[in-house]
């Protein structure tokens, strides 16, 4: 006798490039990774940087073999985009994930959480203190104190120098550092975002033990001052986590993943337990 057999449904999963309008009428491009899901994560870029860059493809790869959609786009003046890159500019890229969120809600798509890297971390932190409509966020190697790390790029005495010139051009970088811009990003307040997001909004930070670009003791900020927190540390893993790209995606859709009940991180009762519940991930040898 025959056993009757059950065909296999096969789903077609599609890249499909999107062109987004932003309030200020500039077209921001993305992929959507379409999985037939109409549940969305959104994956926003650090400094500099885009779409396709890492480690923004591996969390999309990740998050389409575990059938859920993903849309990873280039922020105003980068990649793709049309725009002009200024320095700064943390809150208006915050207005831009809106104008996506906006769109992709448009399109009868759930948005299921904001993820972003470095800057991006900062932006989805922005976001989810002013707008209090996404409930699960995740800040890879994101910065706390956004004083630090400037004269890096711009050199010593930069306050001064760009007080006399009004600008400061960083050749190597090839993009023009205004006095206005600069101020932007030293008046952006990351510790009173993360006291406004509420306590139903899940946070993880994700931080590299071995990041040059932002030390990893910035990490613990936000675990002392946003509710909902889980802090993961990877060991060895470097800013855009170059060798450990597996070990953030997993790590980024088991927290998404994660029932709220049963998060052992949930809402703590003290900032020290916050800090004491960080989980570290060490490679496998």
Do not use: W
């Not at 009428?25 to 994956?43: F, Q």
């Not at 800057?119 to 995740?138: C, E, M, N, Q």
């Not at 004083?147 to 006399?164: C, F, P, S, T």
């Not at 670009?213 to 540390?233: M, Q, R």
Request: proline residues 1%; neutral net charge; charged residues 25%.
């Amino acid at each position: 006798m025959n056993e009757a057999t059950t065909p296999l449904l096969s789903v077609e999963i599609q890249h499909r490039r999107v062109v987004i309008e932003n309030s200020h009428g500039e077209k921001l491009v993305g992929v959507l990774h379409d999985t037939g899901s109409t549940e969305t994560v959104v994956i926003c870029h650090g400094f500099r940087s885009s779409k396709d860059r890492i480690p923004m493809p591996a969390i999309a790869n990740v998050f389409e073999k575990a059938m859920i959609s993903s849309f990873r786009f280039d922020f105003a003046g980068n990649g793709e985009s049309q725009g002009s890159f200024e320095y700064g500019n943390y809150r208006r890229e915050a207005e831009d994930l809106r104008s996506v969120l906006q769109h992709l809600r448009g399109e009868n798509r759930d948005i299921s959480a904001i993820i972003g890297h470095s800057k991006g971390g900062s932006v989805v932190l922005l976001y989810a203190a002013k707008y209090k409509d996404v409930h699960t966020v995740v800040n890879i190697s994101g910065r706390f104190f956004l004083e630090r790390g400037i004269e890096m790029r711009l050199g010593k005495d930069y306050l001064k120098r760009i007080k006399e010139n009004g600008f400061i051009d960083v050749r190597k970088f090839e993009y023009r550092v205004t006095e206005e811009s600069l101020m932007d990003r030293l008046t952006t307040n990351t510790h009173e975002a993360c006291l406004s997001i509420h306590e139903n909004c899940r946070v993880l930070t994700v931080h590299g033990t071995h990041d040059r670009i932002v030390h990893v003791t910035e990490a613990s900020e936000f675990a002392k001052y946003i509710k909902n927190h889980k802090l993961c540390l990877i060991e060895g893993a470097d800013h855009e986590f170059t060798s450990h790209q597996h070990q953030l995606a997993s790590t980024v859709l088991s927290f998404f993943k994660m029932d709220l009940k049963k998060d052992e991180g949930g809402i703590s009762t003290s900032n020290r337990d916050r800090i004491r519940s960080a989980l570290t991930i060490k490679p496998r040898i």
